[in-house]
């Protein structure tokens, strides 16, 4: 009943955060912090940071978690870079680019979901191991170098925009509807949560537990190669050592989302709202002049400040009651 507690009020706990922090902001700098310059900034980090955070939510949902997103982008961009350069400045060469992503995709996602699936390797453990393996062999395709000045129609990526808002931020709005749908709406996506929530029981209720897994940690893995085709066209560049601060940052926007760690709940509405709320506070900060170091411990704060809101979510209702009291319905008086 608690977890059902927790998962009913998450919205509203999210917003319990963002509406005091766009106040305050509002106050100290009203002018730069509802700018448009603002929006577009905001626009343009968060879908890098979404994509890598839907692929950890993506595993956690089903009591897992995948600490190779990290390299698993590098090595999505690496292998898309060196397909790029090594071909024609000519966007009908794209789909070769993006084949090269996905094929990356399916093997490290079906690696770490064999693992997990067949060999019963704890997640975490799992994930590890492949991180490490993957993070060897990016360091020697790419000779710890950089892969660099690509093709105008990967950089054109994070220039182009729709009725004023950058593509990459359309394109993972996109992709957050899609996986909402997946999640409410599909079979697929009902054997996750069901997975997530108890794996026996969800095999003796006839699921194809193993399959889900690894169709889920490949899912993930999808999910790191679109994060790694705008960080192609954000950096102009791949290298094996980019996006390393990303992976906790990832659990933590995944936690502030709503996702249970130990799996079985949680909504992609809740971790787009975690994602505004976090990259709004970076923003704001930044434009006050706090230290960014510092900006992480107000993130971790604000994790703390939601764990603790939602677990204390029926003393709060309680509580609550007591000062708007229920208004008595209308009784006839029998004589």
Request: glycine share 8%; charged share 10%; with cysteine.
């Amino acid at each position: 009943m608690a977890s059902q507690q927790s998962k009913t009020n998450l919205e509203k706990y999210l917003f319990v955060l963002l509406v005091p922090m766009c106040i305050f902001f509002t106050l100290s700098i009203p002018n730069l912090f509802w700018s448009l310059n603002n929006f577009l900034s905001i626009s343009s980090q968060i879908p890098l940071l979404g994509f890598l955070t839907f692929a950890m939510a993506i595993t956690m949902l089903t009591g897992g978690i995948n600490l190779s997103i990290i390299p698993i982008t590098n090595a999505s961009a690496l292998v898309m870079g060196l397909i790029a350069v090594n071909l024609p400045d000519s966007i009908i060469y794209l789909p070769i680019v993006l084949l090269g992503g996905l094929s990356v995709g399916l093997l490290t996602g079906a690696l770490n979901g064999s693992l997990i699936a067949k060999v019963r390797v704890s997640p975490i453990l799992a994930t590890l191991g492949t991180m490490t393996f993957i993070n060897g062999l990016n360091v020697l395709i790419s000779g710890g170098k950089a892969v660099s000045n690509f093709p105008d129609y990967i950089l054109n990526i994070e220039k182009i925009s729709i009725l004023g808002i950058p593509f990459p931020m359309v394109l993972f709005l996109i992709v957050a509807i899609f996986l909402g749908l997946i999640l409410e709406k599909t079979s697929f996506g009902k054997s996750i949560y069901m997975v997530g929530s108890n794996e026996k029981a969800a095999y003796y209720s006839g699921i194809n537990t193993n399959r889900i897994l690894i169709l889920t940690y490949i899912l993930s893995s999808f999910l790191c190669v679109l994060a790694a085709l705008i960080m192609m066209s954000k950096f102009n560049s791949a290298k094996s050592s980019y996006g390393e601060s990303f992976l906790l940052v990832t659990i933590l926007a995944s936690v502030l989302g709503g996702l249970n760690p130990d799996g079985g709940f949680g909504k992609i509405i809740g971790v787009v709202i975690a994602l505004l709320l976090l990259q709004a506070m970076e923003s704001g900060f930044n434009m006050i002049g706090i230290n960014s170091f510092l900006t992480m411990a107000f993130w971790g704060g604000t994790l703390i400040t939601f764990i603790y809101l939602r677990n204390q979510d029926e003393k709060i209702s309680r509580y609550l009651k007591k000062l708007i009291p229920e208004k008595p319905q209308n009784k006839q008086l029998h004589k």
